[in-house]
């Protein structure tokens, strides 16, 4: 469970720091670009530590499906980018696979 919440956290500094890209406006943002490294920091290093038990094509896939949401969302809400319903639907079904990797699928680490 320790490997999960590890995940998480990646997942988190992942998202923070990708969101925070747009802001840095190509790294001329001094505490924008700060935060963008220390985000992808802090991403990388819980990753490494969440790969010790999880499977890299299981945790890569939570990852980049969570990060995908997370980060259309905080664009949504931040910087008013709009999703229509094909983004909504396309983000719906990268929530489905990664759901049904982590509750059906045997190569997932439970």
């Not at 008013?80 to 759901?99: E, F, N, P, T």
């Amino acid at each position: 469970m320790k490997n999960w919440l590890f995940l998480a956290i990646a997942i988190v500094g992942e998202v923070v720091a990708t969101s925070a890209l747009k802001s840095s406006e190509g790294f001329t943002k001094p505490f924008s670009s700060a935060v963008v490294l220390v985000g992808y920091g802090v991403a990388f290093y819980f990753l490494s530590l969440a790969l010790k038990s999880i499977p890299v094509g299981i945790a890569y896939a939570v990852w980049a499906g969570l990060g995908i949401v997370l980060v259309a969302a905080i664009a949504w809400i931040f910087h008013g980018q709009k999703l229509d319903a094909w983004a909504l639907l396309g983000m719906g079904l990268i929530v489905s696979g990664v759901a049904v990797l982590n509750l059906l699928s045997k190569t997932s680490a439970h």
